[in-house]
DNA sequence: TCAAAAGGTACCAGATTAGTACTGATTGCG
DNA sequence: CGCAATCAGTACTAATCTGGTACCTTTTGA
């Protein structure tokens, strides 16, 4: 299916909820609760967001996280670089260099590279700030809708 | 990570295998046989591109698959798409109701609409016949190279 | 009628992921 | 100074998913 895992899903979720009150720091805890998502999770991500620098972290007491960036700077290649890995549709592109026992299959394998500068490519078109656009703006899309279309 | 399924890997160099013999039928144990993808899961894997229309099959003794199109006109958005089912990012966009039981995330999964439609938008430019190229053409690049660069 | 090949279902083992727990480091405040 | 709040890091566990296998059925040409 394709599908990015669910710690990213909540990144950009977490993101999207920071971007709309930048203003003050928010803490691991607080965002916790905004979002739903079990705080260990929370604080997990937060961690590896700030390490790819798209957050800054106060240590300490009254500490928090915040944005480092306007959400209309900040890709959603970022974020999934950021809590993934480096956006590789493939195992055997990058670094390791003799995993894949099948000559036949590897002598295809730089092939691969043009599928991962297209998506690498269109999902930096993506901003944050597109994320947020409906659903604060204009409004929650109804259940019914929801629930034939996408959900 | 981002990685597709080994599954997919395996079905584009099956299919790039055979997009080089057109004239004849091919049959699961000769694939297997060309691509060293064991012979179940090259069976399995031809069912699924039949059933999406990218090959033909021919039932019975002197049976086998062809391809049903030309390679240039088959993109790897289908073949990801015919093994992985369809692309999309997140599991909550496409038919499941209500599984996220977040309301603040599913506040958003609309958006992650935008991302499905780069990212598929981008994976329907790269033909089968794209995937070839280099490989068949131009000769195998070299691991010293890959091992650098080649994110 | 037989054999070769596709079509389908069910199942198992290994790998990966999501989530938890615990401990250490930093900093503001009383 | 020392406590408490908060981030930082590591290790571990449970559950899910994937890749692979086995077995059986259906079709069809010789």
Redesign the interface.
Same mark, same amino acid.
């Given at each position: 299916?394709?599908?990015?895992n669910?710690m990213t899903?909540?990144a950009?979720?977490m993101m *999207?909820?920071m971007a709309r009150m930048t203003d003050d720091m928010r803490t691991a805890p607080q965002l916790a609760e *905004?979002? &739903?998502?079990p705080l260990p999770t929370v604080s997990k991500l937060l961690k590896n967001l700030a390490n790819a620098g798209l957050m800054q972290s106060q240590r300490g007491a009254s500490g928090g996280y915040s944005l480092s960036r306007a959400p209309e700077d900040i890709s959603?290649a970022e974020i +999934?670089a950021a809590v993934? &890995?480096? +956006? @590789?549709?493939? *195992?055997c592109?990058? &670094?390791s260099?003799?995993q894949c026992?099948?000559?036949?299959?590897? @002598?295809?394998?730089?092939?691969?590279?043009?599928?991962?500068r *297209?998506?690498r &490519? @269109?999902?930096e078109?993506?901003t944050l700030a597109?994320?947020?656009?409906?659903?604060f703006e204009f409004g +929650?899309?109804a259940p019914a809708e929801? @629930?034939g279309a996408?959900?």
């Open positions: 299916m394709f599908k990015l669910k899903d909540y950009v979720v *999207a909820d *905004a979002t &739903g998502v959603v +999934i993934e &890995g480096p +956006i @590789a549709l493939t *195992a592109v990058d &670094g260099p003799d026992g099948v000559e036949t299959i590897c @002598a295809m394998r730089g092939n691969w590279d043009k599928v991962n *297209a998506v &490519g @269109a999902l078109q993506v597109d994320m947020m656009v409906s659903a +929650i899309p929801r @629930a996408a959900s």
